[in-house]
């Protein structure tokens, strides 16, 4: 049994799921972990299965359909909670953008203090390999942006590899999050430290995914930017306050 839990979201990651699940099992430190796959037509769950008999400690949670990122990771923090044993509670992508090396940097940072830690790109200059350049252009302002209207300082705004203690997750009230995108992984922080919890950013070099495609669209990105906005606005209504 172990006190850390890998939370991985998929949806069609049949090149990814195997390989990404090994390395985790791989690596100096035990984790745990759970896929909650939003019924992959590409068979994503049925390769979990199979890997299920060989890991005892890999658990999946199905759902009907794809019900976006945001929601799939609220599920696995319920899960999580309902399971006294995890202490570290993490999000990580299932594509290998987010090395799975540095999710031991990330549960040292939340044992020696942080509630919080962010697996940042941009703490230390710009860390992004094999991104278009228009993109990471659009993710660095867009963590810009966030700062400017929400006034949180963290460099990487939108980042998706986190490690949560459990008080974390036990504490925000998890049913007022709304989003479900990038403004998830944005309102998750801004609910995090307006609750006073400490958030600290590590440095992280993100990859960008070599196999499979990206699940995002302009939907999600435009719900980022209206969401922001709405964020503030909400916050002044106490919305997120304790
Ligand atoms: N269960 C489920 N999983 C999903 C869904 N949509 C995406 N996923 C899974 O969520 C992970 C990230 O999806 P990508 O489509 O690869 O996201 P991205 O555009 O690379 O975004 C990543 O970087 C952003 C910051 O730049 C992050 O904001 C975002 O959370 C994510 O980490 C992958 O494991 C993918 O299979 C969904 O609707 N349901």
């Known amino acids: 049994?172990?006190?850390?839990?890998?939370?991985?979201?998929?949806y069609n990651e049949k090149e990814n799921i195997e390989k990404i699940v090994r390395k985790v099992f791989s690596l100096p430190y035990f984790f745990e972990?759970?896929?909650?796959?939003?019924?992959?037509?590409d068979g994503t769950a049925d390769i979990v299965k199979k890997l299920q008999q060989e890991y005892p400690a890999l658990h999946l949670e199905q759902r009907t359909g794809k019900l976006g990122l945001g929601t799939a990771y609220?599920?696995?923090?319920r899960w999580a909670l309902a399971r006294p044993q995890y202490e570290y509670i993490?999000?990580?992508?299932?594509?290998?953008?987010h090395n799975p090396d540095d999710l031991i940097r990330l549960r040292e940072a939340c044992v020696n203090g942080a509630d919080l830690a962010i697996g940042s790109r941009y703490v230390n200059g710009v860390n992004v390999v094999n991104w278009p350049m228009n993109?990471?252009?659009?993710?660095?302002?867009?963590?810009?942006?966030?700062?400017?209207?929400?006034?949180?300082?963290?460099?990487?705004?939108?980042?998706?590899?986190?490690?949560?203690?459990?008080?974390v997750l036990a504490t925000i009230p998890l049913d007022k999050i709304k989003f479900v995108g990038y403004a998830f992984q944005i309102e998750m922080k801004f609910t995090a430290i307006k609750y006073g919890f400490k958030v600290v950013e590590v440095p992280i070099i993100f990859t960008d995914r070599t196999e499979g495609t990206s699940k995002m669209s302009t939907r999600i990105f435009r719900e980022a930017f209206i969401g922001v906005?709405?964020?503030?606005?909400?916050?002044?209504?106490?919305k997120y306050n304790r």
């Not at 049994?1 to 998929?10: E, F, G, K, Q």
């Not at 993490?90 to 953008?97: I, K, N, P, Q």
């Not at 993710?139 to 490690?163: E, H, L, P, W």
Request: charged residues 20%.
């Open 1 to 10: 049994m172990s006190d850390s839990l890998i939370i991985i979201p998929t």
């Open 33 to 41: 972990i759970l896929i909650i796959d939003d019924g992959s037509p």
């Open 74 to 77: 609220i599920h696995g923090f």
């Open 90 to 97: 993490f999000e990580m992508d299932a594509d290998f953008s």
């Open 135 to 167: 993109r990471v252009l659009m993710s660095y302002f867009a963590s810009m942006y966030v700062r400017i209207i929400t006034r949180i300082n963290i460099q990487d705004a939108t980042a998706g590899f986190k490690c949560y203690r459990k008080q």
């Open 229 to 238: 906005i709405q964020m503030k606005v909400w916050s002044w209504f106490r």
